[in-house]
């Protein structure tokens, strides 16, 4: 996986790109700044804000865990480029497939 930000005086820039499969998969954003604290019942807030994570053990047993962090500010996104669909639903099926 590569990854890279540019900051600029009034921007920012994130890629993020990974090759599986013999393909290059690419995650990019373009934001504005200043970052802000979003109002606590914003659209921000509730994809950002998740106090439990979940997960499966190596014996296979479901995993619940609770997850603390500071307020994190966000940037006001100005543009988004996902090219990463193939990717996913492999891991999915991997990750989801019976043993």
Request: glycine content about 6%; some cysteine.
């Amino acid at each position: 996986m590569r990854s890279a930000v540019v900051a600029e005086p009034e921007s920012i820039r994130v890629e993020h790109s990974l090759t599986f499969a013999g393909r290059t998969h690419t995650m990019r954003a373009a934001a504005g700044l200043p970052a802000y604290l979003p109002a606590p019942e914003s659209t921000e807030t509730f994809f950002k804000e998740h106090h439990w994570g979940f997960g499966k053990a190596r014996s296979g047993a479901p995993l619940r865990y609770h997850v603390w962090h500071p307020v994190w500010e966000v940037y006001p996104v100005r543009e988004l480029h996902l090219e990463w669909g193939a990717s996913w639903r492999r891991c999915a099926r991997v990750s989801s497939s019976p043993k």
